[in-house]
Structure formats: C-alpha cells, structure tokens
Nanobody, 131 residues
Framework: QLQLVESGGGLVQPGGSLRLSCAAS????????IGWFRQAPGKEREGVSCIRNSGGSTNYTNSVKGRFTISRDNAKNTVYLQMNSLKPEDTAVYYC????????????????????????WGQGTQVTVSS
C-alpha cells in the first residue's frame, strides 16, 4: 500500500527556517516524481516545488525561489523541503505527493508542479509563520 507521511511542520517566526520531510513506503520510490504543495485557509492548493525521480531536476513556484530547496534521498525513501527566510504568507498545510516518472508532465526537463498531475498524497503538516 503506497503511503506518504509528512513531518517537520510547526510554528516559526518570520525569517526562520523549517525542514519538512516526506517519507514513503509501499512503492518503488525512485520511479516517482515527488512534489510539495500547500493550501492556506480559503485558498486553493498550490504547487510549491517538485523533484524528478532521479533527483537531478527540480522546479519551484516563483514565490519560493531562492528560499526553499527540495532534495531527495532515495536510499531513505525521503524527500525534504528546506524552507528558509519564511514569511507569514508561507503559512499553510504542506502536502507531499507522488506521480510515476513515466506519467508526470516534463517541460524543459522540469517536473510539473500542478496538483492535478499527482496521484498519491500524504495527510499534510501544518506550517505557521508568525511572531
């Protein structure tokens, strides 16, 4: 049974950092692209970042470029999202999701971060940025 479990969320002050983890089980991990998404109250779920199955190519939404870094450790079946210089507008529930590498849309060698592309989802972890 395919399972994704997020961890690492919490309360942090503006300018602070958090590292989210997405641990996977039940499927061939290195055959899947992994994405991070977030949903704030009253807003639609949006793509934050994704990483292709090989880990060699990443994509970010413009609002997090230069602040967030996605990485994956295929030996540990885990993807990380390092979030630095956090802002109040980063407050949301963060989700990771998986899509087969032969199914995900690739544009200019980068995975698509549209939520509709991803088939398997975790339960989410809350990130709150507030003073």
């Amino acid at each position: 049974q395919l399972q994704l479990v997020e961890s690492g969320g919490g309360l942090v002050q503006p300018g602070g950092s958090l590292r989210l983890s997405c641990a996977a089980s039940g499927f061939t991990w290195d055959a899947y692209a992994i994405g991070w998404f977030r949903q704030a109250p009253g807003k639609e779920r949006e793509g934050v970042s994704c990483i292709r199955n090989s880990g060699g190519s990443t994509n970010y939404t413009n609002s997090v470029k230069g602040r967030f870094t996605i990485s994956r450790d295929n030996a540990k079946n885990t993807v990380y999202l390092q979030m630095n210089s956090l802002k109040p507008e980063d407050t949301a529930v963060y989700y990771c999701a998986a899509d087969p590498a032969d199914d995900i849309t690739i544009v200019q060698d980068m995975c698509d971060i549209s939520p509709d592309e991803y088939d398997y989802w975790g339960q989410g972890t809350q990130v709150t940025v507030s003073s």
